[in-house]
């Protein structure tokens, strides 16, 4: 029997599990899938938790519900991946043999990488909104918070899901005038980069958004750490930012599983080529998703995208042709930005968001780099199509390659 | 394409001014823009420079961080040799593109 091995069952890891169970014969293959963790969450709908526009049960599943039958499932932590023998070490000791290996481990939030960001005051006026627990606890803090100086800062770039951080500034300013407490809450927002996004059009629309929103953009701001008792952020360049609720995107990093196996970079992201998702070392092993040092958005739409070319790709490999699939970068995302009304921007490693209409050109129903409440519904909508269409690797009307057909340069 | 004359040589830039051929980089053409740059290069800015080149060269994504913890230099000496946005100013004098690492 062949073998391969799956790590992770995220988004990534499930969306493959569906789509390649479908095309190996279980006579001839083994396959297998390794998490430690039993609850898959809806990650977008962390987003939604502070404001009590979801609770806690509306984001997580059983990942077993999302597995197909005639494919392992194993809950175990891993310990390293041999790659030169071809072997998965798990921590019990446990070695496992694979002809291929799927690596779909994600990135993970590493608060302790700032010095006092986990000081007295985190989780009592610092939060986080990237796990389960520092949403609901921030859910618990604006409950009775009479407002002041409201913070958000981005540590460092890449993070997951670039936008979210905008959302949350937004999804703020409309909780806030809806309490009636806008005028005794200021609201910024901190970030490394230079404006409001990472892309030039797109940041310069995104950004007169959060000015007519009266949100106020501290650009340039390298987060060195957290001063507790002056309740200030301070940059390395000594730069201060007082605050009296900081809302913290901590440092991303990959699984520090990589960086012991010896496939990653200085954050754990795993070296990984861009375009063939394929290890440039050992050829049977591919990554998909936030786990590789991919130059594009960490966003499950990404992973989307990338499961079509991997599923390709990985045929290939197996069958010992060339390498056909190419991913080109694609990511699509939906922008909350307030009072029932949303954004949307499609971009690739090439081409940055612009304006037009989504997916169908000339139709939409989605306008591209424009607010409109039809936008604000198709991220809505998401939630049931991730549970039910995309973790399931289903087919959906939107093409892996982006299209220029129906954007506006 | 743009070009521009920096140091006596003609060289494809952006519109920021970054390099578009980092082969056509010398230490000439890295004094200059670190002029521009307000920014006198010593040896170690160098040895940063050599250092994220390297990278580059390998089609590596490189961040603050991630050159804070090369060993070559911690984050506080980065923004010490290139004051206020130390990956972009060291990315223009080292004549690669623009960090693509903030996507």
Known sequence: MKKLLILGAGTGGTIMANKIRKLLSLDEWEITIIDHQKTHYYQPGFLFVPFGMYSREDVM???????????????QEIDTIRASDNQVVLNDGKALKYDFLIIATGTRVVPEETPGLLGPLWHKQIFDFYTIEGAMALCDFFKTWPGGELVLNIADMPIKCPVAPLEFVMFADAFFVERGLRNKVNISYVTPLSGAFT?????K???????????????????????????VLVSYDER??????????????????????????????????????QNEQFPNIFVIGDAGNFPTSKAGSVVHFQADVLN???MCAIEGRPLTGSFDGHSNCYIETGFGKGALIDFNYDTEPLPGLFPFPGVGPFGLLKESRMNHYG???????????????????IDSKMTMAGKKM | MAQKIIAGVTVDVT??????????????????????ENVQLTDKHFEVL??????????ETMTIRSVGNSGIIDIKGFYGLFPGAPMKKAAKIAGISKPASCV
């Open chain 1, 205 to 231: 629309v995104l950004g007169k958004l959060l000015e007519e929103k009266n949100i106020h953009i501290i650009p340039d701001f390298y987060l060195e750490r957290v001063d507790n008792e002056k309740k």
């Open chain 2, 50 to 59: 050599n250092f994220i080149r390297d990278r580059f060269a390998k089609n």
């Open chain 2, 15 to 36: 519109e920021e001014g970054y390099l578009t051929n980092p082969a056509q980089w010398t230490k000439e053409i890295a004094l200059e823009i670190g002029k521009e």
């Open chain 1, 312 to 314: 390709e790709n990985l």
């Open chain 1, 61 to 75: 599943k059983p990942k077993a519900n999302f597995l197909p039958m005639g494919v392992e499932l194993i809950f």
């Open chain 1, 240 to 277: 201060e930012v007082p605050f009296d609720c900081l809302v913290t995107v901590p440092v991303h990093k990959g699984d520090p599983m990589a960086g012991r196996s010896g496939l990653a970079d200085e954050m754990d992201f795993i070296k990984v080529h861009k375009y063939t998702l």
């Open chain 1, 379 to 397: 991220k809505v909508m998401f939630r049931w199509i991730y549970w039910h269409i995309l973790l399931k690797g289903k087919e959906m009307p």
């Open chain 1, 199 to 203: 892309k030039p059009r797109a940041s």
